[in-house]
């Protein structure tokens, strides 16, 4: 476990570059920095000031090189490095409400928009034109969109919502790939299908996960609760209500293993083994031990005085992050067995975690 301050602002969301040299954060504002690795310290490399609103999401697809940054300003921006500098295409996502998130798909030819608009925008790029174009998902969608998260086949989308749903569309683009083929969710898939529709989250959903196969689907909600949809199993849906406050973000590690961090400021491990069978494993967090300092007559009557207690007034929490985990990341290893992974918080810290399987 290894703790970096990246100064005093929440960091609302991050993203990292390929081979993890480099990462990309917002200070809850409308910029993002670049930050890059030399030695034990990171060094402010780029600053990419395009949007005019707090940015939301940030997604740096390894392959391809590019980054894809979404704002409450309604507009998203793919970004390019040429000759050394980063610079943004507009994108027509066509929503009148701020996005608030957005993830490249597995082959990087598109990527998901959610927004505050009701709806999704899958944008693609359209070479005849050269430009980035979208298409919505609409229905049945009757809230903001708060998270989003692709299926490995490049086609279906998972998305969670602040209308209590977690639902799994199809996003097949028939302009730019082949026909899918049948998945545990479903053999339909024109765009916008509907494949897996759950009502009773029970809360805003605000994390979405598939499984390293793509045949379970994790996610998170308002009322602590985390779920796991099995599709090869009839869809079939475990809850397990934690006695945590709400998780923000969740993540698999391997196919049976789940990590989820949120307003405890301190990541969970859970496995998920069959229908009906998801548990709370432990904390990620060793909590730190701090020796107790003799009082002196004088402090005690003052605390007395001042508090109405004696109690020293500790305001630093036992865990590494000192306010809410905003986000989770795989910083080492493949999806089907992550060694490392990354969470930024509120307190503006980034934590590497080392995850052992």
């Not at 999401?57 to 980054?67: F, H, K, L, M």
């Not at 209308?163 to 545990?184: N, Q």
Request: net charge neutral; glycine share 6%; charged share 20%.
């Amino acid at each position: 476990m290894s703790l970096y301050n990246f100064g005093l602002e929440p960091l609302s969301c991050h993203a990292w570059n390929k081979d993890r040299t480099q990462i990309a954060v917002s200070p809850n504002s409308n910029v993002v920095h670049i930050y890059q690795k030399k030695g034990k310290e990171w060094t402010k490399i780029h600053e990419l000031t395009e949007h005019s609103g707090r940015i939301t999401g940030i997604d740096w697809a390894p392959e391809s090189n590019r980054i894809v940054t979404c704002a409450s300003d309604r507009n998203a921006y793919v970004w390019s490095l040429k000759d050394g500098a980063w610079k943004p295409t507009l994108v027509l996502v066509r929503i009148n409400r701020a996005a608030t998130c957005v993830k490249w798909s597995p082959l990087e030819n598109k990527f998901a928009l959610g927004s505050g608009a009701k709806l999704i925008s899958v944008c693609y790029f359209e070479k005849e034109n050269d430009w980035w174009l979208s298409k919505h998902i609409k229905k049945p969608i009757s809230s903001t969109v708060l998270s989003i998260d692709w299926h490995p086949n490049n086609i279906l989308l998972a998305a969670g919502s602040a209308d209590l749903h977690c639902r799994v569309f199809s996003a097949y683009i028939k302009d730019i790939e082949d026909k899918p083929g049948p998945t545990p969710w479903g053999a339909k898939m024109p765009f916008g299908e509907v494949l897996l529709q759950h009502k009773d989250c029970g809360g805003w959903v605000h994390s979405v996960c598939f499984s390293p196969s793509g045949d379970s689907l994790a996610w998170v909600s308002h009322n602590s609760c985390i779920s796991v949809a099995d599709a090869p199993q009839g869809k079939e849906v475990t809850h397990l209500t934690t006695d945590h406050l709400p998780l923000l973000s969740v993540l698999y590690v391997n196919e049976t293993e789940i990590v989820a961090a949120g307003h405890d400021c301190c990541p969970y491990q859970f496995s998920y083994k069959e229908p009906g069978a998801l548990e709370f494993v432990k904390k990620l967090d060793i909590p730190k031990q701090t020796s107790k300092s003799s009082v002196s007559a004088m402090q005690h009557f003052r605390n007395l005085d001042k508090r109405a207690t004696t109690e020293e007034d500790d305001s630093e929490l036992g865990t590494l992050h000192q306010n809410s985990i905003t986000q989770l990341r795989i910083v080492e290893g493949e999806k089907s067995k992550v060694n490392k992974l990354s969470s930024v918080g509120l307190d503006g810290a980034m934590v590497l975690w080392t995850f052992k399987h």
